[in-house]
């Protein structure tokens, strides 16, 4: 993330946090970017304004992680790494042996992976209960 | 307010994932505001953010 990025996240932050205030404010970042960036950011903005930070979310597509551990392993572990909560998306398009092999080569770098798939609902109170 | 931020590769169900909490928040009462910094695309209808009084932001650069 540049500079330019992050400095325009924390002013927005502050902005919407000055207002509006909602209860929730939802960062939906750019694939490229990394977990640690955005802890940064909100770390940032809370240095003149108060809110919470957290959870940070990070979906790892389950039909396309064949292809993002090999081509993009790096952002891959960056988004896993340092996330409050990893979840493993579109569950109902892969198999649940795919599944196994996506914990068992991300079981070093994140905690326990969460099913999702919101065509099923699979997942989506656990991840609810952390809003809560 | 709290920061939740939604990261992952493209089509990996964000905007998704983030309505669904939207609307869950919405049904306790809570108000949502959001900051999407992905481009091209308008991933919040209208009838979606005047169904939840969303607020929505978008900012470019990756």
Same mark, same amino acid.
């Given at each position: 993330?540049?500079?330019?990025?992050?400095?325009?996240?924390?002013?927005?932050?502050?902005?919407?946090?000055?207002?509006v205030d909602?209860?929730?404010?939802?960062?939906?970042?750019s694939?490229?970017?990394?977990?640690?960036? *955005?802890?940064? @950011?909100?770390? /940032?903005? %809370?240095?003149?304004?108060?809110?919470?930070?957290?959870?940070?979310?990070? =979906?790892? +597509?389950?039909?396309?992680?064949p292809?993002l551990?090999?081509?993009?392993?790096?952002?891959?572990l960056?988004?896993?790494?340092d996330?409050? *909560?990893?979840? @493993?998306?579109? /569950?109902? %398009?892969i198999?649940?042996?795919?599944?196994?092999?996506?914990?068992?080569? =991300?079981? +070093?770098?994140?905690?326990?992976?969460?099913?999702?798939?919101?065509?099923?609902?699979?997942?989506?109170?656990?991840?609810?209960?952390?809003?809560? | 307010?709290?920061?939740?931020?939604?990261?992952?590769?493209?089509?990996?169900?964000?905007?998704?994932?983030?309505?669904?909490m939207?609307?869950?928040a919405?049904?306790?009462?809570?108000?949502?505001?959001?900051?999407?910094?992905?481009?091209?695309?308008?991933?919040?209808?209208?009838?979606?953010?005047?169904a939840?009084?969303?607020?929505?932001?978008?900012?470019?650069?990756?």
């Open positions: 993330m540049g500079c330019s990025l992050a400095s325009g996240l924390v002013d927005l932050i502050k902005k919407i946090k000055r207002n909602p209860d929730l404010l939802f960062i939906e970042p694939e490229m970017v990394v977990t640690r960036e *955005l802890k940064d @950011v909100t770390a /940032m903005g %809370l240095r003149d304004i108060r809110y919470g930070a957290g959870p940070f979310i990070t =979906l790892v +597509d389950g039909p396309q992680f292809f551990w090999s081509e993009r392993r790096a952002l891959l960056g988004q896993v790494k996330a409050d *909560l990893v979840a @493993v998306s579109r /569950m109902d %398009l198999e649940s042996h795919d599944l196994e092999t996506i914990n068992g080569l =991300l079981q +070093d770098h994140c905690g326990p992976l969460i099913p999702l798939s919101a065509q099923n609902g699979d997942g989506m109170g656990e991840v609810m209960k952390r809003i809560d | 307010m709290r920061v939740v931020t939604v990261s992952g590769a493209g089509e990996s169900g964000k905007t998704t994932l983030i309505r669904e939207v609307a869950h919405g049904a306790a009462a809570k108000r949502s505001a959001v900051i999407v910094n992905e481009e091209g695309l308008i991933f919040y209808d209208d009838d979606f953010v005047k939840h009084g969303l607020t929505v932001e978008y900012i470019r650069g990756g």
